[in-house]
């Protein structure tokens, strides 16, 4: 299956319009958003996803989400926003899944090398990741959604069965 993950969308309309518009057209089947959404009303712009995909939207929030509630209230009507808020484990087509905004380097280092996830996904650097560690765990970072710091606007598409993921310019 074709999983996007998609992180630091920080409000950016345009890029998050563009990305829906990517992911209808590549018929994705699943979208984790790894967080910094920020305004709730970043529901507006998610809601042109296919009614497919939105039935398979899952979000961690970022440390710039500030409205939890109003986030869970908007756009947790598309996006299921996980429990804590913060950790997204989860199984898609047999594959273990770890989501979190921000975890630091030796948990993701952790996290990887134990195989206990067969894909590490987080986002809070704005820095693409691709790595495959040498037990074939998938280290994901999709990079910043938004573009602001690094001024290249990215999300990723992984093949879950292939264990590789390809880096989307926006
Ligand atoms: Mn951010």
Known sequence: ????????????????????????????????????????????????LNESIKENFYGVYGNNDGDHVFLRKNL???????????????????????????PKQPSIEALATSGKFDFILSGHTHAVVNKKYDNGVLVINPGEACGYLSGKATFAIINTQKMTAEIIEL
């Not at 009507?77 to 273990?96: A, S, T």
């Open 1 to 48: 299956m074709k999983l996007a993950v998609i992180s630091d969308t920080h409000d950016s309309r345009d890029n998050i319009l563009k990305a829906v518009s990517i992911m209808n057209e590549r018929k994705i089947d699943a979208l984790v958003h790894c967080g910094d959404y920020c305004s709730p009303f970043v529901k507006r712009w998610f809601d042109g």
């Open 76 to 102: 947790g009507q598309i996006c299921e926003l996980v429990e804590n808020g913060y950790e997204l484990v989860k199984e898609f087509d047999g594959k273990e899944i770890y989501a979190s905004h921000m």
